[in-house]
């Protein structure tokens, strides 16, 4: 087998870039002459428990509502709740696998030669590029863990502080801090050019497996280059006047209510100032025993019930707190008014899980809500249980709402409509 020398480096003018993990080293917002088009990914990953949330039949929201859709009342008219869509092929290498792919529908994921495609959220975000000082924003309620994986199938880091995320976003530097940012921008980008350069010869050295992670490693680079440059033309534009107090984070992870609502509230000022027209907000498995009255074993355990009522009961404490903030945004959503219509109107919003049941990690029939957009709402959408349709045609519906062209994504076989 090939080997590179473990002390390799890429090196340029004095600054060396450490190398990836290799088997080869045995070891603002603006006014506009129409309403602008967004889209919103809400993952709750431990799911719904399906037999409150869906109806014991299809048809309006309003005639046969569950005891989660009761949550929901008010907004009915601005929503489509469906059941039997999912994406094929999701038992992966481990329980929560699905969870990786839930917004790229690469199929068996974790497995022995997976590799992760891009998510729908990343797709858009690559078409609408720097229309906006973003063009995307990633949250997570706590961890940098994402469902957002770049062309090459790089995840993108998450933000979990709603304080820091309110900084980098609102808050105004000095001129010098600008200038200074400026120059760093410059002079990063002249040392990933230079980097860059000095990888031929790497790569040729390289094993076939070697290639491809230095490969997918580089495009981040480029990636970052090409950030980097973009980035510089948004510095002279004044960040957005928000009528809004800086956040405090929450550091209790029990607090999951608490740190769900943080980041939601960001998000109506993240859309109304276009600051990023796509976002995508992971809700984490990993906060123990939620801070809830009545609530005295983990989440995670909690959804493995067994169809212990005692446990069930208790789980539907948590995903009803967790569906009554998901009614708070849709109804700061509504407040807000632009161009005679509100952000709602201009906003796809899917709420949903890569768990249609979670007591057995069934990556089937997903509990997927789409709220708000330029779509026909009010009613339970229930296709076949036992041969869904791919959710994938649901993203494709959504681009449709971007204004974004195409034709197929992952595993679609047409895009989705419903009446």
């Known amino acids: 087998m090939t080997h590179i020398h473990r002390r390799s480096f890429l090196k340029s003018s004095g600054v060396t870039l450490a190398l990836p993990t290799l088997e080869s080293l045995c070891g603002a917002k603006y006014k506009l002459s129409k309403p602008l088009k967004r889209m919103v990914f809400i993952c709750t990953k431990l799911g719904l428990y399906p037999p409150s949330l869906f109806p014991q039949q299809p048809g309006p929201l309003a005639k046969f509502p569950s005891q989660y859709l009761s949550i929901l009342r008010e907004h009915h008219p601005h929503l489509t709740l469906f059941s039997g869509l999912s994406h094929s092929n999701q038992a992966g290498r481990l329980s929560h696998s699905s969870e990786m792919t839930w917004l790229t529908a690469a199929q068996d994921p974790g497995l022995d030669g997976f590799k992760n495609t891009i998510s729908i959220d990343q797709l858009a975000a690559n078409k609408l590029g720097y229309t906006t000082r973003y063009p995307s924003i990633v949250l997570s309620t706590n961890g940098q863990a994402s469902q957002s994986y770049t062309e090459n199938g790089v995840m993108i880091p998450a933000e979990s502080s709603p304080s820091q ?20 921008l410059r002079f990063n980008k002249s040392i990933l050019d230079g980097l860059v350069a000095q990888t031929k010869s790497l790569l040729k050295n390289a094993t076939p497996i070697d290639r491809q992670r230095l490969e997918a490693y580089l495009e981040s680079i480029r990636r970052t280059e090409r950030n980097f440059v973009k980035q510089g033309e948004w510095l002279d534009k004044p960040r957005p006047n928000v009528n809004a107090k800086r956040p405090k984070d929450i550091r ?3 607090d ?3 740190r769900i609502t943080l980041m939601m509230n960001m998000i109506p000022l993240i859309l109304q100032t276009d600051t990023t027209r796509v976002i995508n907000l992971g809700i984490q498995i990993d906060h123990g025993t939620p801070n809830i009255p009545g609530i005295n074993q983990e989440h995670h355990a909690l959804s493995h019930h067994g169809k212990d009522p005692q446990k069930i009961k208790q789980l539907k404490i948590v ?3 967790i569906l009554n903030c998901f009614a708070g945004l849709l109804t700061d959503l509504k407040q807000h008014d632009i161009d005679q219509s509100t952000l709602l109107d201009n906003t796809a919003l899917l709420f949903g899980s890569n768990l249609g049941n979670a007591n057995n990690h069934d990556y089937r029939n997903l509990p997927i809500i789409l ?11 229930a296709y076949s249980q036992s041969r869904n349709k791919p959710l994938c045609n649901l993203f494709l519906a959504m681009l449709r709402h971007m204004k974004i062209p195409a034709n197929s994504f992952a595993q679609s076989t047409s895009t989705l409509t419903w009446t």
């Open 319 to 321: 995903e009803s707190s």
């Open 256 to 258: 999951i209510i608490g």
């Open 165 to 184: 995320l309110f900084s980098k976003l609102f808050l105004r530097g000095r001129p010098e801090q600008i200038a200074k940012q400026r120059q760093q």
């Open 252 to 254: 209790q992870k029990a």
């Open 371 to 381: 709220a708000g957009g330029s779509f026909k709402h009010g009613n339970y959408i």
